[in-house]
Structures are given as structure tokens and as C-alpha cells.
Nanobody, 121 residues
Framework: QVQLVESGGGLVQAGGSLRLSCAASGRTLSTNYAMGWFRQASGKEREFVAAINWRGYSTDYAGSVKGRFTISRDNAKNTVYLQMNSLKPEDTAVYYC?????????????WGQGTQVTVSS
């Protein structure tokens, strides 16, 4: 089994920044696994945020975060990151890290327990 543990969430004012991290442990992911993030706000459906392929050269973003969020990964550390800039109150949600053979998905094979991001206006 693969365990994913997120960190870096918190409370920030609108316009601020946060950097989320997600460390993978347990069974080593194969080289075909993409990693990414989805989020779920209270009372709303799960939403894809960003994904990055195994080698890190291909990324995909939801339109709502493109230009503000940057996804990256360090395979030597088994870690994926989400740099979030110019945060807006509508970015408030629980953010989940995931790993899957597909890139963009909201029903991944593996996902973490989530980290809360709250953006105040």
C-alpha cells in the first residue's frame, strides 16, 4: 500500500500564499504514476486542482487556479508540492494529494487524509 501525507495547510489572508507538501511512503510508486491535488469545499463537490506526470515535465491545472498555483515534485524525496499564490476566499477547501496512473482525476487510486486551507477575506 501507498500512504500519502499532506502538510502545509492553514489560515491565510486573501492575496497570501501557502505551500502544500505531500510525502509518499510505503510501497514505492511505479514510474508511471502521476501525482496531483484535488480539493473539496464544504457542501460542494470534489474538484480537480492540478496534476504532474512522473518525470515532472507535464502539468495540468484547473482553470480556476491556472497562473496562481504551481505543482512540482521531487521523486528523490517522494514528495509533491503545490505552491499557491494570490489566494482567494473561494480557494478555501480541504486539499487532498493523490497518486494515480491517470493525470487529471478526482477518483484516484491513492489519496491522503487532506489538509485544510482557509483563506479569509
Amino acid at each position: 500500500q501507498v500512504q500519502l501525507v499532506e502538510s502545509g495547510g492553514g489560515l491565510v489572508q486573501a492575496g497570501g500564499s501557502l505551500r502544500l507538501s505531500c510525502a509518499a511512503s510505503g510501497r514505492t510508486l511505479s514510474t508511471n504514476y502521476a501525482m496531483g491535488w484535488f480539493r473539496q469545499a464544504s457542501g460542494k463537490e470534489r474538484e480537480f486542482v492540478a496534476a504532474i506526470n512522473w518525470r515532472g515535465y507535464s502539468t495540468d491545472y484547473a482553470g480556476s487556479v491556472k497562473g496562481r498555483f504551481t505543482i512540482s515534485r521531487d521523486n528523490a524525496k517522494n514528495t509533491v508540492y503545490l505552491q499557491m499564490n494570490s489566494l482567494k476566499p473561494e480557494d478555501t477547501a480541504v486539499y487532498y494529494c493523490y497518486a494515480d496512473l491517470r493525470g487529471r482525476t478526482i477518483t484516484p487510486e491513492y489519496w491522503g487524509q487532506g489538509t485544510q486551507v482557509t483563506v479569509s477575506s
